[in-house]
């Protein structure tokens, strides 16, 4: 199994940036599809972005196609989201993941315990 511990998120205003990251420990972090999900207070979990094992495909749900990015480097273990042009919408707890399949509807079997972005107009 593959942990994962989730940093970054803070409080920011309309149209800035951040990165989150998620740290992976445990079995080989490259061997699983990675992903960002987001949950708004009141709102269901949803899917951010999803990025191969290997990190040649990635996927963005619409709310944040052209703004966000998601990478990874599997040398050091790690994943980010870099968020740019952030609106009060983004405001959530993210959370990364990771599974043995790729894409928005694989299942996710392992989750860190996220970390709150708020975004301020």
């Known amino acids: 199994q593959v942990r994962l511990v989730e940093s970054g998120g803070g409080s920011v205003q309309a149209g800035d940036s951040l990165t989150l990251a998620c740290a992976a420990s445990?079995?080989?972090?490259?061997?699983?599809?990675m992903a960002w999900f987001r949950q708004a207070p009141g709102k269901e979990r949803e899917i951010v972005a999803v990025?191969?094992?290997?990190?040649?495909?990635?996927a963005y749900a619409e709310p944040v196609k052209g703004r966000f990015t998601i990478s990874r480097d599997n040398f050091q273990r790690t994943m980010s989201l870099e968020m740019t042009g952030l609106k009060p919408e983004d405001t959530a707890i993210y959370y990364c993941?990771?599974?043995?399949?790729?894409?928005?509807?694989?299942?996710?079997?392992?989750w860190g315990q996220g970390t709150q972005v708020t975004v301020s107009s």
């Open positions: 993941a990771a599974s043995s399949n790729y894409g928005f509807w694989a299942r996710y079997d392992y």
């Open positions: 445990g079995d080989a972090f490259s061997d699983y599809h």
């Open positions: 990025i191969s094992a290997i990190g040649v495909r990635t």
